[in-house]
């Protein structure tokens, strides 16, 4: 294999540098649906509406709606009759924007803060929101209610608050809060208040499962559901006064992993709902009846739903697929009518995984999604060079959609596997909490098994192994690298390094994390890439945006001239203006060609 940066950017489609998962944040109204997606050109998040037939911009072109919450954000906008309160990615300043069109004015500012979370309060013409202020180490989070030029105060006094939710009467709140050092996945309570006439909580209960909540809801008729897992899955419970109802038992997730703020993924209505349920690293969309068993599954090409949402008797959603990137349809309830109505994409291409389980450890599992290879390699049969792609969290989860990066390397001729290691999302909690104190030794065991188990097929050139991975991705891709020399190359974005001192860095969100997946200082630095270089042997190429508060990029600097140092082949990209992702098309483009051209460049170093 040769391959050149130059000629690599002179060949590729634009395309191939968008991400697969481009639209989000989606919400409905009366007035149609709304949604951000990512500016093809400067990848920039923009808000769009769709309605009476028409998608167009809401925010201009040079506009980037996002929060900063968390360092992941969500909620970024709430909606109003005659104009939208977005909030301003670079400042995090709320502006309203009018639908009608227009400039955008102010709507609250206040220095070193941050908004997400953000949902409508029309009965009060406000917003309500989860505002952090502070630096990213040390700043505190509360739940506010803002007004323009007007901030109340709704809730305090817990480290980090999520999923604000109101009824449809305006009467009620409920929310969910939780404590470092615990992650809201972890360990998680749902908080409800009962508004008065001034909007401020007369009252504030509490609901704890014992375990994590998320995604509290109100449905049509006033009762409030919440997603626990304290059953072992993330299953729909409803409540009223002291009664908890349990209104679906399947053993499935019906949530992801809650790193952002503002997702929803479940609605309901007095004789059901609307679910997603997640199974075999799929996602489907489910009607359920008033008994909890599903009658109907909508979006049946779907694999991966970012969001939901009603309106005027339609149920949209933001779907990704096998055969397709991320798009927003819709279907009418109770009617055989469904339509597209946006994607970001220009052609779909269908390129159908296989699923693997694979035993490990005697009677434990893991999952991998396997893409073959388009060249005459694969049709004849012949073992493929293969990259294996972990994905970031460790608690995020890899799911059977159609990537055009994917198919890109594909038509390169590498096979493709996508690894849900030991630790993933989407598979309950026993199997998400597998990784606590072992991060960086299980998720390494199950790249090498999928790896062996690819050679003994046949299907991967045990000459031609690859690894890549993303943010925690990329710290199992240095322990892998660490481990084993079966591996030509590695690359690693944004990944984790060096534990003990990260977890003095990084930000607060994450703070308490580090000791939950690795143990004490002491576990920390053993498992460390950072403290076992010597033990590396294999090229690397590190990608790192030079505004990341999650992995600082002092971290991938000090690996690479650590690797350097033993004449290991490692080379650092640095991308300004990037945060931790890489978002601009034109650094993706120069990240997916630097990537494989550092590839085809290694030379092997045995097993």
Known sequence: MTFDVSSLLDTMPRAVALPADGLSELQATPAGAFWLAANPATGRKTLWHWANGESRAVTPPLYDVGSRVNGYGGGAYACFDEFVVIVDNPSQQLLQQPLAGGEARPWWSRPDARYGGMIADPHRCRVLAVEEYGDGRQGSQRLVAIREGELEVIAQGSDFYGAP??????????????????????????????????????????????????????????????????????????????????????????????????ENHHLWQRDGGIVVRLEEGAAHVLHLDSQGHSSARYFPDASRVAGLAS??????????????????????????????LFSLATQDISLVPETLTITVGGDEWFTAFLYHGDG?????????????????????????????????????????????????????????????????????????????????????????????????????????????????????????????RLSTQTHRFESGYLEWLLGDTASQRRQSPRYRVDSINSPV???????????????????????????????????????????????????????????????????
């Open 165 to 262: 939710s109101l009824s449809p009467d305006g009467r009620w709140l409920a929310w969910v809060e939780w404590q470092l050092p615990h992650m809201p996945w972890q360990r998680s309570t749902l908080k409800i208040a009962e508004l008065g006439d001034d909007g401020l909580a007369r009252a504030i209960h509490c609901w704890d499962g014992g375990t994590a909540v998320s995604q509290p809801r109100f449905a049509s008729d006033g009762g409030l559901i919440v997603m626990s897992d304290h059953g072992g899955w993330w299953q729909p419970y409803r409540l009223e006064g002291e009664t908890v109802q349990l209104l679906c038992d399947w053993p499935a997730d019906h949530i992801p992993t809650p790193w952002q703020l503002g």
């Open 311 to 340: 309106a005027e008797g339609w149920l949209y959603a933001i779907t990704q697929g096998v055969g397709h990137t991320a798009r927003l349809e819709r279907v009418r309830f109770g009617h055989n009518e469904h339509q597209q």
């Open 376 to 500: 005459k390699e694969a049709q004849a049969g012949t073992p493929m060079p293969l990259i294996i792609r972990v994905h970031g969290g460790p608690t995020s989860a890899s799911y059977p959609v159609y990537d055009p990066l994917v198919h890109w390397w594909t038509q390169q001729g590498f096979a493709v596997a996508d690894i849900n290691p030991r630790g993933s999302g989407n598979w309950g909690r026993a199997f998400r909490e597998r990784l606590a104190g072992e991060w960086g030794q299980l998720d390494v065991e199950d790249v090498i098994a999928l790896a062996d188990e690819l050679v003994a097929q046949g299907v991967a050139d045990v000459e031609q192994l690859f690894i890549r991975g993303q943010s925690a991705g990329g710290f199992t891709v240095l322990n892998t690298l660490a481990a084993t020399t079966c591996f030509r190359a590695g690359a690693s974005l944004y990944g984790v390094t060096d534990a003990p």
């Open 541 to 607: 190429i590190f990608f790192q945006g030079d505004q990341d508060p999650v992995v600082v990029p002092e971290q991938t600097h000090a690996m690479a001239a650590a690797l350097q140092r033993r004449d290991v082949k490692a080379r650092v990209v640095l991308f300004d203006g990037e945060g931790h992702g890489i978002r601009h098309p034109d650094n993706r483009r120069r990240l997916i060609a630097e990537e494989l051209a550092f590839f085809a460049s290694t030379s092997h170093t045995g097993r």
